[in-house]
């Protein structure tokens, strides 16, 4: 009866387990005034990413899931979008980006946003 109930609850303890968090859907991607030529839709599937600029640019990429963030790494770019992991589902997501050619010795911000979930 023991055995039992151990491997009941056993079984229950990781089925609630909780669930790691992926990016998927489309999203519409605001920035900050000055940088409204970047706005656009978001498109992501897990591992990837496609954003269409307004002037039709496509740019596609790849996502690193870090322990804390997100990172949206372009690819043929050293442009990268930060999103915070705990903003992941749901319908606005703040974020910032870093370019890559002009770091240093910590992240430069180039600048900030949103991305809205579409329906």
């Keep these: 009866m023991k055995f039992l109930s151990i491997l009941i609850l056993s079984i229950l303890v990781s089925l609630s387990a909780p669930q790691e968090a992926v990016l998927q859907g489309r999203y519409k991607m605001i920035f ?17 990413y496609r954003r269409v600029r307004v002037n039709s640019e496509s740019i596609s990429g790849k996502i ?35 370019d890559l050619s002009k770091k240093v010795e910590a992240d430069i911000l180039i600048n900030e946003g949103m991305l809205i979930k579409l329906n």
């Design 32 to 48: 900050e005034k000055e940088f409204s030529s970047q706005n656009g839709t978001i498109s992501f599937d897990k591992t990837t």
């Design 64 to 98: 690193d899931y870090q322990k804390f963030r997100v990172v949206l790494k372009d690819d043929n770019h050293t442009f990268q979008i930060i999103l915070s992991k705990r903003t992941i589902g749901k319908d606005t997501i703040p974020f910032s980006t870093i």
